[in-house]
């Protein structure tokens, strides 16, 4: 049984740094992309960025560039987000996913090529 859990979110004020973790478990980790996901009522859930399963390739939505940074331990089975500078508008519920690290091949993986996801962690950043 896949699980991945979330963990980390919580009220901070703009301009804060936060770390999110993913830990994950029944599934062969270190040969799986991972991602971040976002979503705030009412809208799609949105990128935010992925790593690929060796740790050496990551890419990043515009919104988070240069703010936020992921990474992941190959061996904890848990996967990063650090977030600088945070911003009001990057209040939301944060997700990650998972997805066989071969599809990177073929570019940026689609929304519904993510298999499993986690059940989210509330990030708020007050202004």
């Known amino acids: 049984q896949v699980q991945l859990v979330e963990s980390g979110g919580r009220l901070v004020q703009t301009g804060a740094s936060l770390s999110l973790s993913c830990t994950t478990s029944?599934?062969?980790?270190?040969?799986?992309?991972m991602a971040w996901f976002r979503q705030t009522p009412g809208k799609d859930r949105e990128f935010v960025g992925l790593?690929?399963?060796?740790?050496?390739?990551?890419h990043y939505a515009d919104s988070v560039k240069g703010r936020f940074t992921i990474s992941r331990d190959n061996v904890k089975n848990t996967v990063f987000l650090q977030m600088n500078s945070l911003k009001p508008e990057d209040t939301a519920v944060y997700y990650c996913?998972?997805?066989?690290?071969?599809?990177?091949?073929?570019?940026?993986?689609?929304?519904?090529?993510?298999?499993?996801w986690g059940q989210g962690t509330q990030v708020t950043v007050s202004s």
């Open positions: 996913a998972d997805t066989p690290g071969w599809r990177l091949r073929l570019g940026v993986p689609q929304f519904n090529e993510w298999d499993y």
């Open positions: 029944g599934l062969t980790f270190s040969t799986h992309a």
């Open positions: 790593i690929a399963w060796s740790g050496g390739i990551t």
